[in-house]
């Protein structure tokens, strides 16, 4: 045994990203922020006026998830009835009659308690807004996508095993069971 060896070094672990890293503390930070301006406006106002609020954002909450449910079933009716495919019509949403995305996550974001996720439930519910919002995703979407394929046969592919020494090497396990299994002997039972 000797004193002051340095171990081999071995794969370093992956790194977090940044988003990761940083989601808890601006979840936290959003809810204090929330409950800072929930009291400020008690404190303004009175409990009750907060209380219908919340209740008022709630219920708009559920009216807008509803409404855009029904737009999304009749849609899906009206391409079964007229024999096309639900799946080609929910690549491109335009043709298909509107996406229904933006005013789900309103109702979600209407729907949670708080001040900021009402105002921000209400301009996703505002057009312009909710155009601005939805190129920006399809811009992030598709520039995400250039590069990972996304089939269910790529995720197998790139399952891989690795070695100690940091080579990756891809196989597969096969099991050679030529003993079938002994009987379990229970020992008996004394007393």
Known sequence: MTFGATPPPGPQPPRRSRARRFLPLGIAA??????????VVAGATNGLTV???????????????????????????????????????????????GD??????????????????????????????????HRRAEKLLARRSSGTPGTLGDAFQQARMHRPDGKVVQGEVIHHDDDPPAPRQDPPLTG
């Not at 809810?31 to 929930?38: A, G, H, I």
């Not at 609020?53 to 009216?63: F, N, Q, R």
């Not at 409404?67 to 024999?83: D, H, I, M, Y």
């Open 51 to 97: 209380f219908l609020l919340l209740l008022g954002g709630v219920i708009a909450g559920a009216y807008v998830i509803k409404r855009a449910g029904r737009r999304a079933w009749r849609k899906l009716t009206e391409t079964l009835q007229a024999g096309g495919d639900p799946a080609a019509s929910s690549k491109d949403p335009a043709a298909a009659g």
């Open 30 to 39: 959003w809810m204090v922020l929330e409950v800072w301006l929930l009291i």
């Open 100 to 133: 229904n995305t933006l005013p789900m996550l309103a109702g979600l974001l209407l729907m949670v308690p708080g001040l900021v996720t009402d105002v921000l439930g209400l301009l996703c519910l505002f057009p312009p807004v909710g155009k601005l919002l």
